[in-house]
């Protein structure tokens, strides 16, 4: 009868030592799959930064894109441009009258005095 036990001890001997190394690989894998997961969490949230940094850099471009040529600021360029334009013809005209009064005097002259 001992040696029936003592085989027995053996064998559930055997069977915990089975079930601790495989305890021990689950153990192993499941931390190595939580490393994995851990590494790809920061990735990924790195990854989010760096797409909120950029979609923060794109509104500032369309603001400053936006106040560097608003549409307010095209009318009153449009408005400044045809003011200018006016002024020009409008120095355009002194000077063609001008031209003409003195060609005038200058026909005229031996006449008047």
Do not use: P
């Not at 029936?4 to 690989?25: D, I, P, T």
């Not at 009318?75 to 003195?102: F, T």
């Amino acid at each position: 009868m001992d040696n029936g036990w003592n085989e027995y001890g053996k064998l559930v001997l055997k069977e915990l030592e089975r079930l601790n190394e495989g305890q021990a690989e689950l153990r192993k894998d499941i931390d190595q799959k939580f490393n994995e997961l851990a590494a790809q969490m920061t990735a990924l949230t790195t990854d989010h930064k760096n797409i909120e940094n950029d979609v923060h850099e794109l509104k500032r471009w369309k603001e400053n894109v936006q106040e560097v040529w608003s549409v307010t600021q095209m009318r009153q360029s449009k408005d400044e441009l045809y003011k200018q334009k006016n002024n020009w013809q409008k120095v355009a005209g002194i000077l063609v009258a001008i031209q003409i009064l003195w060609g005038i005097i200058i026909v005229f002259k031996d006449k008047l005095f």
